[in-house]
Structure formats: structure tokens, C-alpha cells
């Protein structure tokens, strides 16, 4: 099942997306919230794959409330402006619904988040499959120095090579050893293992002999350095 929750301080738009998702067997709907705060507390209580997440709310935008979360589930925006639509991508936001939403354009939602969902990787216990240029291509979690995130594409970086493939960050970190890997930026996902240093607001690491900085988002950096310091003792 594919527990979902939708946030939203309008109660007809909860009605709406709650009678569209009744329609689908492999959806559960976990918790109905009024607003981010509620929302919250449902996520640090759950395990949820989906958030239906209105952006104009009282006290805390949709917007607001998922630049705070560390490890947001999938989020489609629900709104009634388009203007936000680039923000909400930007925000690696799996999809944007303008309202008033149809039902047409709400099955394909559910189609990106089946796809999302079911499109995994091979993971194994050392390594990981990832598609790419119609290829699968094994890499072994030693191999990789870094993961960049571009929008639905992510670039895994090993000593030699570099590897296109179309996921997002959020489901490929969720596939990923968390002993090993760590987000430390919305764009990146380091390999621990690989870190040379930690210089202010960035992680040095050594690819090829070159020395490489990548950035630590504000949101990120107190388990970062949480990690790093119980690696030194």
C-alpha cells in the first residue's frame, strides 16, 4: 500500500483528493491535516510515501514547510497558482496539481507515483543497478564519491566516470546504505567514506589526486558533523 497523507486547510480541497484517491486500492490514506503543523506530527509518527501539500496555508506555507524536512516523503503540490509551479520543482516536488483538479489530470499524478514508487534499482548488499544510456550499470557503493541531483536526473560520480540516470534524489537516498551515504545538501548525497574534510560549509574530497568542495545545506550540516565526530573517536 502506498500511504499517503493530504495537507490542506480548505476542507473541500481534502474532499476532492480524498474521493479521487478512494478510487485507487494501492493508495491508503493515513491522515487528513488542516494544515503543516498536524502534518508534521503524522510524519514523525509514520512511515508515509506521499504528501498531497497545499501551498497557501495559515502560519506555514506548503513551500515553507518542505524546505524544514529532512527526509520528506514524495510531495505533489496542490494549489490554485500557477506561478509557483517553478519553486515547487525546484523543490524536487514529484508533481504540481493546479485547482480546481480533474480527474484526468489526477490519474496521471497517480501514474508518476506508481512509477516513482515501483521503478527501484537492483540493490545489493555491496552495490547498486542504475539505468543509463539503456544500460544497466552495476556500481559498488566504494565506487562512488558523490551523487548531484538535476531536477529528475541524478549524476553518480565515481573516479572515472560519471553516470546519468532518471531518477530523483529522494528515491534514489532511500535505496542507498545510510551507514555509507548521506545527504548533506538537497543537491548532493556523499559517500561518507570518501570525506577528506569538513572546511566550514563544505565537504572536501579527493577524486583522481584533484581535490573536490561540495556544499552543506544549513539543514544538513548539525547530523553531518554529528556523524563525522563520532567517526573520529
Given amino acids: 500500500m502506498i500511504k499517503t497523507i493530504i495537507v490542506d ?8 483528493i480524498e474521493t479521487y484517491l478512494q478510487e485507487y486500492e494501492d493508495f491508503e490514506i493515513t491522515a487528513l491535516c488542516n494544515n503543516a503543523m498536524e ?37 505533489v503540490f496542490t494549489t490554485a497558482y500557477k506561478e509557483y509551479a517553478l519553486e515547487g520543482f525546484e523543490l524536487e516536488a514529484l508533481d504540481y496539481l493546479l485547482k480546481p483538479i480533474s480527474k484526468e489530470r489526477f490519474h496521471k499524478t497517480i501514474e508518476k507515483i506508481r512509477q516513482e514508487i515501483g521503478d527501484d534499482p537492483e540493490v545489493f548488499e ?6 543509463s544510456d539503456k544500460k544497466l550499470h552495476r556500481l559498488f557503493y566504494d565506487e562512488i564519491f558523490y551523487i548531484e541531483g538535476l531536477k529528475d536526473y ?19 537516498e532511500v535505496k542507498l546504505p545510510q551507514n ?48 563525522v565526530n563520532q567517526r573520529r573517536l
Fill in 9 to 16: 486547510d480548505e476542507p473541500l480541497a481534502q474532499e476532492i
Fill in 39 to 75: 502534518a508534521n506530527k503524522i510524519l514523525k509518527e509514520n512511515e508515509i510515501d506521499v504528501m498531497f501539500l497545499d501551498i497557501q496555508m495559515p502560519q506555514l506555507s506548503g513551500i515553507d514547510f518542505l524546505r524544514i524536512l529532512d527526509n520528506p516523503p514524495l510531495v
Fill in 126 to 131: 555491496d552495490s547498486i543497478f542504475v539505468k
Fill in 154 to 172: 541524478v549524476i553518480i560520480k565515481t573516479e572515472t566516470t560519471r553516470i546519468v540516470t532518471l531518477q530523483t534524489m529522494k528515491s534514489l
Fill in 180 to 227: 555509507i551515504f548521506k545527504r548533506i545538501h538537497r543537491s548532493y548525497i556523499i559517500n561518507l567514506n570518501k570525506i577528506k574534510s569538513v572546511v566550514a560549509n563544505d565537504v572536501e574530497i579527493m577524486i583522481g589526486g584533484e581535490k573536490s568542495k561540495l556544499p552543506i545545506g544549513k539543514n544538513y550540516k548539525d547530523d553531518l558533523l554529528e556523524i
